[in-house]
């Protein structure tokens, strides 16, 4: 079955700091990947996909992930984390073929001291 | 314009009732899905609805759970006999189209307590 592993479930960092969030997925087939992020008192939100082509995908607020499909993963990074980006961050696997029902990482819940 | 809307926002019942929690799509988008996130979980599908039609069913936990979209617009997602381990968020999403090329639209969500 499918399913997505998210490694660190709380990071904390100081601002200015990088971020990396691991991303494993577990399917064989072509899939589509994403990452949502939720603020606090917010509804999810699309960060950034990935469909095909240029594995390194960009996506709003300075985000960016690299599929490697080799290892089944698809990391969230940012160079230089600010106090706004606190919140709770969720990868999301679709499969592109068969069905189309979307599988989501338990989460990683990011506080980034100011 | 408008979002993904869901009704009610909170919503408290007695174990052994039956709810019933609604989404309001985008204008326009065909396809509907329903998510439930437990606390410190990611949504976990539930069903998603391609126009009228229930186009995956696979992640409604029991048969105690069940969904309408019957005018391919507002769904609603109706629960039997509640139990405690029904509490949850429910998330609805709308989009374009079917697939992963189509970015999810989410709600706001019901939080479900049964006592």
């Known amino acids: 079955a499918q399913s997505v592993s998210q490694h660190n479930h709380h990071v904390i960092l100081s601002e200015a700091a990088s971020l990396e969030l691991g991303c494993n997925y577990s399917y064989g087939g072509t899939v589509n990947l994403f990452w949502y992020v939720q603020y606090p008192g917010q509804h999810l939100q699309l960060l950034l996909k990935?469909?095909?082509?240029?594995?390194l995908v960009k996506g709003i607020k300075g985000f960016e992930a690299e599929f490697i499909k080799s290892k089944f993963s698809f990391n969230l990074r940012k160079p230089s984390v600010q106090w706004s980006d606190t919140a709770e961050y969720f990868c999301?696997?679709?499969?592109?073929?068969?069905?189309?029902?979307?599988?989501f990482g338990a989460g990683t819940r990011l506080f980034v001291k100011a | 314009g408008a979002g993904v809307s869901q009704t009610p926002s909170n919503k408290v019942t007695e174990k052994g009732k039956y709810v019933e929690l609604r989404c309001d799509p985008i204008s326009g988008h065909t396809a509907l899905y329903w998510y439930r996130q437990s606390l410190g979980q990611g949504p976990e599908f539930l069903i998603y609805?391609?126009?009228?039609?229930?186009?995956?069913d696979s992640g409604l936990p029991n048969d105690r759970f069940f969904a309408v979209r019957p005018e391919g617009s507002v769904s609603t997602l109706k629960i039997q006999r509640t139990e405690r381990g029904d509490s949850a968020v429910y998330l609805c999403?709308?989009?374009?189209?079917?697939?992963?090329?189509?970015?999810?639209?989410f709600g706001p969500g019901t939080r479900l307590t049964v006592t």
């Open positions: 609805f391609q126009g009228t039609g229930a186009a995956d």
């Open positions: 999301a696997v679709t499969r592109n073929t068969g069905g189309f029902k979307t599988i």
């Open positions: 990935y469909f095909s082509g240029d594995p």
């Open positions: 999403a709308s989009s374009a189209g079917v697939g992963g090329t189509y970015e999810q639209y």
